[in-house]
């Protein structure tokens, strides 16, 4: 049976061990603190100055839409230097059927040497 | 009828409930649209009423349920339809009824405008009925048909926007991948009856002993390419993105739960089919010098190897996606590999304490990923139905018209790639860890590549709901309650788990993982006592 | 897919009932000989399929309508899991052959010569298995040639 | 010797449709190849049922003899009538593929699948 104290108990992994409850005591507490500190800050900010522009090095600003950062340029730089990498993974993927099936019976070949002739 | 008989009787009426409903659901759906959807609703509520208690009684109170059709007693089992229900087949129906109960309610609103839906429905419920039964079957070939039910039903369903012709080369593609798979796993299937005259997996356990057969060997390769493909284990994972992607985002919430079944199936062949020849006192395979090459180890050290290669693939190639779905459906590709590593090591290192470690974490994981990528899915289909678009480079600021999506989005990120306090944590924490006393450079591998998840959710995140508003996107609604609804029950559940991932792990995961550990018990159930 | 000429009807139309009766002489028979539901509903559905050849897809889609076709499937289908679920109740288990033992309907205990009032719920199983497969199939080949029929592919 | 030849059978059956789905490039071909795995398998399965001299597995009039076993037979025939489906599926799915993109060549289908 479930008993309720079985939901507050520690989650032993072993080794180590995890509990969501405290951890989010903790982050909670955290936040306060945090909340706390910003109280200090000062309250100088104006509206309807230029505070508010964005600086881009003197550059005029885009459109707000030309701003946003398409999904396929976020990880460019990522990408961009496992190109080699991707370059094999797209010759894999060719959307073809019969590949699909060729890598079956290739991963089937390996698997009967490794496991049915050894 | 009592609740003890209806306990009795449940591991087939949770096959037959979708099944009548299914051809129910034609002639009542020539009367009214909507008593259809409560009766379809309802239908599938009752198979998760009768999961839930069967599954209760057998995680809780331990005990292993068989069912043969057509007789009251055993008899002869060798020929006759069984079901043997022990701890993983009670796990892993449980998956299977919350997403196909998510998936229904999910389409409620989403569907709403399509024509045939009587046929949709018929097939969600027959699909449904095909994956529990491959879940709950104890007979080789009655788990083949119970294959064959769930990929036809499901090939109609990832081509059911036919006037897309993507979406109906999916479906091609789709049936042809798993009609290749199952005739190889058929033909697994016969080389065992020819061998041990039995189709039944528990006689079948029984017969298979420690010195395998070459014919042995055979099958069992059959067995795990043709399960491997079926569940989408790189490089045969090519179809999953397809399918996945295309098909209407309450299908794709089913067939998450199909794919596991087929992993639930190839974990029940390793373990409970082969399990006489797994265990440690087994005779070895050969002796290379001074080597002893064991069949636990070779498997082991092939599924980890598979695994990784899965992972790294899976994540790699979410990255560079620019379609929503495609994205996640990747993404999903490397979280079964984290459950294909977590089961590997636990083979690799069977009979230890970090292996069972491993075991419970690649476990536990089947449900996390389910319910996690499940409700990533359902908010692709929730954007899809609000904006009509797929491709992330069009979506931007939706998160101004859209909240509750959003924070449903925010929670299944947060799950999927594994941060505190979500539920993919927990079984990552415990992957992490056993597989790092087997191998480091396994624990480095899956943390590394968890983070780079993150960063694949994180962009998906950044440019679907972030940013300037787009103009085209004003009048933006949020989407109906039907299908915020089926979303915040996901939610639920992926933070109650997160929340009390011990009483979960006790409660659901140990008996599952003892069930895959043991096959003693699951033989003798029908055998007879040793 | 227009219609043949007038000999290839008239001989189909004369086949047809012979090629009917064979084919439900197999389903109610299943239980006797090899052959059964799925045997004798594809025979009928091959003798539909020989008349829609033989007429054109659109004259035979004018005539039956393959949404009436699905409810017959239906139907076919409710019969075999309905019999399975009557097992569960009058038989204490699900697929329970409950009408073996009884006097009257399909419940004698024959031995040796072919007696068809015999095998309980399996005769009745195997109607609604051939009702499904006869809708089913037939539905089938003839969404086919209508799709595949110049004036359907137009009309889509 | 003589009983090696349908296990020979079989295993040509299952070459050729392999080779079929593999190598061929039209989407019915590759219907036929799947049709071919599937002969193959289902002669596996009837004839691992197969004894010596043995005769049908029907029960009235019967003459004596042994009867070869019916489990294969009635697994056959469930392989059978799920292939009949699948068949029919996937033909219809090809008629759809066909409506909308006019080629049934594999690697054309592909390609469409990069462009868009």
Known sequence: MITWESFLETFETGSGFWNPLIWITAIVIAFLVVYILRGYGKKEYKEKTEQIKAFLSGNPEYEKEKMHIKGSNVYWGFTESLKWIYKALEKMHTGNVSDYILWFVVIMGILFILVGVI | MNMDTILTHSPALIIAVPLLGAFLTPLISRINDKLRNVFVILTVGLTGFLVSLLSYDVLINGKIHTYVFGSQDIGSPVVRILFEVDGMNAFMIIIGAILVFVAVVYSWAFMKENTGLDKYYTLILLMAAGMFGMMLTGDMFNFFVFLEITSISSCALIAFWTNKGKAVEAGFKYIVISTIGALFILFAIAILYGQYNALNMAVLANSIQSPMTFLDKTALVLLIAGLAMKAGIVPMHMWLPDAYGRAPASVTLILVGTTQASL???????????????????????????????????????????????????????????????????????????????????????????????????????????????????????????????????????????????????????????????????????????????????????????????????????????GPKIP????????????????????????????????????????????LANNSNYISQIIGGP | MSGMSRIVKTISSVAFPFVLIYGLYIIAHGHLTPGGGFQGGAIVASGCAMILVAYGSIWTMGKIKEKNLSIFESFGAIGFIGLAFFGLIFGAVFFNNYLVGNKYFFGEKALGLSNINTAGVLPLMNFAVGLKVIAGLFAIVLVMAYATSKKGGETK | MIYNIPFIAVAALIMIGLYAVIFKRNLIKIVIGITLIESGVNLFLITLGYREKSIAPIHTGNPEGIMSLPVPQALTLTSIVIGVAVLALMLSLIIHIYRHYGTLDVRKLAKEEDEE
């Open chain 2, 264 to 466: 639930y199936a190839l974990f029940r062949m390793v373990f409970t089919v082969y399990g006489n020849s797994l265990s440690l006192d087994a005779e070895p395979l050969r002796q290379i010098g001074e080597v002893d090459i064991t069949l636990n180890g070779l498997l082991g050290v092939i599924i980890v190897l598979l695994a990784i290669i899965t992972i790294i693939v899976g994540v790699l190639m979410a990255l560079k996606q620019s379609d929503f779905k495609r994205t996640i459906a990747f993404a999903a590709v490397a979280e079964i590999g984290y459950m294909f590593l977590a089961v590997g090591a636990g083979l690799w290192a069977i009979g230890t304490t970090h292996g069972m470690m491993a075991l419970k974490g690649g476990i536990f994981h089947i449900i996390n990923d389910a319910l996690d990528v499940g409700l990533l899915f359902l908010v692709a289909g929730a954007i899809y139905y609000a904006t009509k678009e797929t491709s992330l480079n069009k979506m931007g600021g939706l998160a101004r018209n859209m909240k509750y999506t959003t924070i449903f989005f925010l929670i299944g990120l947060l799950a999927v790639s594994g941060m505190p306090p979500m539920n993919g944590f927990a079984s990552k924490l415990l992957i992490y860890e056993s597989t790092y006393l087997i191998n480091p450079i396994l624990a480095i591998v899956a943390i590394l590549c968890s983070i780079l998840l993150l960063a694949v959710f994180v962009k998906v995140f950044h440019s679907a709901f972030l």
């Open chain 2, 472 to 515: 085209r996107f004003n009048d933006v609604k949020e989407v109906p309650k039907s299908m915020l609804i089926a979303m915040g029950l996901l939610a639920c559940v992926i933070i109650f788990f997160g929340l009390f991932p011990d009483l979960i792990v006790n409660n659901i995961v140990d008996p599952a993982a003892n069930a």
